[in-house]
C-alpha cells in the first residue's frame, strides 16, 4: 500500500505538496525530540541548522549510513571573514566537514508525487542536505525523514528526493575546528570562538546578512573592550 508523506513525515510535506502543517504538529514533534535528546547525541545539536549543507560523501553499506556535509553554517561565516579581511582564498576552499554516521537497519529512497505518495526508487547521487523530520524514537530505534536535493544533470530538472530512514545510534563527529585552522590559521581565532559562543545559544547564523551583523558586533565590542 502506498504511504503519504502527510502521515509518514508531515514536517516534510511542504517541500512534495501544497499544504500548511497546524501548530500541534510542530509542538508534539519538539516534545518528542527533546524528551529523547539524548538518543540523539550530537546530532540532536544541528536538528534544523544543515540546511543547504552539501554531501561531499556518502557512503551505503548494509548496516551503516555515512555522509560528509560542508557546514553551511559556518562555511557562511568563513565568506565573512573573507570577505571582510579581503583573503585570497577561494570559495571552493572554505570546506568545514561534519560527519554523520546512521547505524542502519532500513534505508530507502523515495520521490514523492503531487498528492504526496511516496514511491520508492534505486539509491540514487545526492548534492544537498535540506531538513529532517524525527519521526519516533525509542530505545531501540530512531526513524528519520530526511529531504535532500538531487541536481538535474543536462535538460533534465533537479528533484527533492525523501529518504527515510531507521537507525539505532547516530554518531556526528565535528571537523569544522580542524578545517577553520588549515584554512585560516590562527589569525581569525577569536572570530571563530565568538561564531562558536553564539551558536550555541541557539542564534541563528546559518544567513550571510546575519553573519555580518555578527562580525560588525564582535568588531565593536573589540573598538570599545580593547
Avoid at 527533546?34 to 546530532?43: S, W
Avoid at 557546514?71 to 572554505?94: G, M, N, P, Q
Avoid at 532500513?106 to 548534492?127: A, C, H, Y
Avoid at 519516533?136 to 535532500?148: H, M, P, Q, R
Amino acid at each position: 500500500m502506498t504511504k503519504n508523506i502527510i502521515n509518514v513525515a508531515p514536517l516534510l510535506a511542504d517541500h512534495f505538496v501544497d499544504i500548511e502543517i497546524d501548530a500541534n504538529t510542530f509542538e508534539e514533534n519538539e516534545k518528542l525530540v527533546t524528551e529523547n535528546a539524548h538518543r540523539l547525541g550530537l546530532y540532536y545539536k544541528y536538528l534544523g541548522l544543515l540546511h543547504d549543507s552539501w554531501f561531499i560523501g556518502t557512503k551505503i553499506t548494509a548496516n551503516k549510513l555515512t555522509i560528509k556535509l560542508n557546514d553551511f553554517t559556518t562555511h557562511v561565516f568563513s565568506e565573512v571573514i573573507v570577505d571582510k579581511k579581503k583573503l585570497d582564498i577561494d570559495h571552493e576552499k572554505l570546506v568545514f566537514p561534519i560527519l554523520i554516521e546512521f547505524e542502519i537497519t532500513n534505508l530507502t529512497f523515495n520521490t514523492v508525487d503531487e498528492n504526496g505518495e511516496i514511491q520508492k526508487i534505486r539509491s540514487t547521487s545526492i548534492g544537498e542536505y535540506l531538513y529532517e523530520h524525527i519521526i519516533s524514537i525509542d530505545n531501540e530505534k530512531i526513524e528519520i525523514g530526511l529531504v535532500v536535493w538531487k541536481d538535474g544533470i543536462g535538460n533534465k530538472r533537479g528533484q527533492h528526493i525523501l529518504l527515510l530512514i531507521t537507525a539505532k545510534n547516530i554518531t556526528v563527529t565535528e571537523l569544522q575546528d580542524d578545517a577553520w585552522k588549515e584554512i585560516f590559521g590562527n589569525a581569525y581565532d577569536d572570530y571563530y570562538k565568538y561564531f562558536k559562543a553564539q551558536l550555541a545559544t541557539g542564534r541563528y547564523l546559518s544567513d550571510q546578512s546575519l553573519c555580518y551583523d555578527l562580525y560588525e558586533e564582535y568588531e565593536q565590542q573589540i573598538f570599545t573592550h580593547p
